[in-house]
């Protein structure tokens, strides 16, 4: 099981976007720290959540082929409307298993992962 990583945020407003500089391995270390430093503000309240990073988007060949079979449309026409549609599910998700392990590969290269993160179990604490 992965460890669940806490975030705090020294706000008393609901902001969509979080920009804290203080990540904790507990709930109950985020809660410590977001009191201290909070106190240290003059807060009357802070928010903590687990932070879950974004995974790399993915690639839907379904898509892709539909977007083949359009451009060989506008290049040529109605002779061009059987194009790919023979395909099987086997085939499609064949390619779409390639696309995903290059365009994932081409990530790690040139280290283009996402650093954005979801906020889980988003809570309101009170300072005491």
């Known amino acids: 099981m992965k460890k669940e990583e806490w975030i705090v945020e020294l706000t008393e407003h609901d902001y969509e976007i979080w920009s804290s500089?203080?990540?904790c391995n507990s709930k109950e270390e985020a809660i410590e720290k977001g009191m201290k430093a909070a106190k240290e503000e003059g807060l009357k309240s802070f928010r903590i959540g687990i932070q879950e990073y974004c995974s790399v988007a993915t690639i839907d060949a379904g898509l892709i082929i539909e977007n083949a079979q359009e451009q060989l449309y506008e290049e040529v026409g109605e002779v061009s409307e059987t194009y790919l549609e023979s395909t099987s599910k086997e085939?499609?998700?064949?390619?779409e298993e390639e696309l995903n392990k290059v365009f994932y590969d081409w990530h790690k290269k040139h280290k283009l992962f996402p650093n954005c993160y979801?906020?889980?179990?988003?809570?309101?604490?009170?300072?005491?």
Request: proline content about 0%; cysteine-free.
């Open 21 to 23: 500089d203080i990540d």
């Open 91 to 95: 085939q499609e998700k064949e390619l």
């Open 118 to 128: 979801k906020i889980l179990n988003d809570e309101v604490i009170e300072v005491r």
